[in-house]
């Protein structure tokens, strides 16, 4: 099993940053995918970004450029730093974990962007 534990969400206005962090515990392969999915009110789940293990990533289109993943291996911890912020960023955040073919699912932060 894996556990998953996120912190950094909150309200800032718009234009500010926040970083998110998430620690993942128990059985984890050294082979394995770290993210962030986000979902707003009435929207559906979307990615974020990733991190793969041998350290490539992936951004969606509308965070690229804002918003910057990264990963410390020896604490199996993931972050994502957000910059500029946007209304429009506002939604729960979910840290994910993909190994072995099975996705692990944090419970989610709210970040709240204010204008």
């Known amino acids: 099993q894996v556990q998953l534990v996120e912190s950094g969400g909150g309200l800032v206005q718009a234009g500010g940053s926040l970083r998110l962090s998430c620690a993942a515990s128990?059985?984890?392969?050294?082979?394995?995918?770290m993210g962030w999915y986000r979902q707003a009110p009435g929207k559906q789940r979307e990615l974020v970004a990733h991190?793969?293990?041998?350290?490539?990533?992936t951004y969606a289109d509308s965070v690229k450029g804002r918003f910057t993943i990264s990963r410390d291996s020896g604490k199996n911890t993931v972050y994502l730093q957000m910059n500029n912020l946007k209304v429009e960023d506002t939604a729960v955040y979910y840290c994910?974990?993909?190994?072995?073919?099975?996705?692990?699912w944090g419970q989610g932060t709210q970040v709240t962007v204010s204008s």
């Open positions: 994910t974990l993909l190994q072995v073919a099975y996705v692990y």
């Open positions: 128990g059985s984890i392969s050294s082979i394995r995918t």
């Open positions: 991190v793969l293990s041998g350290g490539r990533t």
